[in-house]
């Protein structure tokens, strides 16, 4: 059997929970990797559905011979939970065993659920806050933390462009600058999220549908949102793209709270007060959104909410994929082009990052945002 060092255990307890993305929200995506008093693998698993099993219990019912367990370790990305909830505590599932110990990256901040690693103490188990991982559970869990910790949802940027960042040429064909690979990835991105945002131009050009078509997220449908200020879209909402493929409750129009029209039909009408340049207020866009249940929210553009997204530091996470292709600048748009940064120190920085390639194209994400 496989022998592992505690560090590749919570890697492989970090990896296991990203399952769960797409899927556990409002709870955070959670991974566990249990090995025997010999650092042997005895199992991993993960909070894979709301309200169902922790990654705790689930990995523990891997293990079917439970006299495996004593002088075990458990390996988990967020401090087991103290409460009963939708699941049994976690912690106290943990103290009926007799482990060697139990190791967690993330404290949890949910004040209703927090508490288990005294739990576990007091039942004389010992138990480690693996602080050199811990920015990458933090990582991990940042859409969890960014809502707990500033009651909103967490906003993910997504950019397709070319290598010289643009995403036209000059007579607007867009169509299609990155490969297929990096559109399919398009719709898993899609799925991990409560919620696609566009601005009412890529409304108005794109009639997009803004859903998952990817067949592991088919059960699932998402929420839809449209940047529309001055409320000109009011009539274009039903019977659009988006009210295609969901029903009209899970379509958000967002208007300035000086805009006095009415949603038409079951549409949810989000009305946010304007920044001093007449800009939404995208903190507070982001606390109604938490309000209705979105926990985190993928940006497809355009240039001008990307805009309104830096310049308000509210975007928590970038992701670029880019064509190994060139446009030309001279004419052409790109998604960058209605922001700017004035002092070069105070420049937006990714971090963290993750990297890939899809084919030839070049993807990087990173955060922008600690949680
Ligand atoms: C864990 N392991 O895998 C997860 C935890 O309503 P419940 O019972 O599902 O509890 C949800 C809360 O439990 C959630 O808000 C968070 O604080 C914690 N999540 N805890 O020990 C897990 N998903
Ligand atoms: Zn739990």
């Keep these: 059997m496989q022998i592992l060092t505690d560090k590749e255990a919570m890697a492989w307890a970090i990896l296991e929970a990203k399952k769960g993305r797409g899927w556990v929200a409002p709870n955070p995506v959670v991974g566990c990797c249990i090995l025997d008093s010999s650092n042997r693998f005895l199992s991993v698993g993960a909070h894979l559905k709301f309200g169902e099993q922790h990654a705790e219990t689930n990995a523990l019912s891997k293990i079917h011979d439970k006299r495996l367990l004593k002088g075990a370790k458990v390996f988990v990305t967020l401090e087991p939970c103290a409460h009963v909830g939708n699941q049994p505590s976690c912690a106290h599932t943990l103290s009926q065993y007799d482990l060697g110990k139990v190791v967690y990256l993330v404290k949890d901040p949910n004040p209703k659920a927090q508490g288990g690693a005294e739990v576990l103490k007091q039942a004389g188990i010992v138990v480690e806050h693996m602080r050199e991982l811990e920015d990458e559970g933090r990582v991990l869990a940042e859409v969890f933390l960014c809502n707990q910790i500033e009651s909103r949802c967490l906003f993910h940027l997504k950019v397709a462009s070319s290598l010289d960042g643009l995403v036209a040429n000059a007579s607007g064909e867009s ?197």
Excluded: Y
């Design 175 to 371: 169509q299609w600058i990155t490969n297929e690979e990096s559109r399919a990835h398009v719709q898993v991105m899609r799925g991990e999220h409560d919620a696609v945002l566009v601005g009412r131009a890529t409304f108005e050009q794109d009639s997009p549908r803004l859903n998952s078509r990817d067949v592991r997220f088919s059960g699932r449908s998402n929420w839809a949102i449209v940047l529309d200020p001055k409320a000109k879209l009011r009539d274009q909402l039903v019977d659009s793209s988006l009210t295609s493929v969901r029903p009209e409750s899970k379509v958000v129009w967002v208007t300035s709270s000086s805009c006095q029209a009415k949603a038409p039909g079951s549409i949810n009408h989000v009305q946010v007060p304007e920044m001093p340049g007449g800009e939404l207020s995208l903190l507070e866009l982001g606390k109604k959104l938490f309000q209705l249940g979105i926990c985190s929210v993928m940006v497809e553009g355009g240039a001008k909410t990307f805009a309104a997204f830096f310049s308000q530091s509210m975007c928590d996470r970038l992701s670029v994929f880019q064509s190994a292709s060139l446009i030309g600048s001279k004419n052409s748009p790109s998604w960058s082009s209605a922001f700017e940064t004035r002092d070069l120190k105070a420049r937006p920085t990714l971090r963290h990052l993750e990297t890939t390639m899809f084919r030839d194209d070049i993807f990087v994400s990173g955060i922008i945002r600690n949680f």
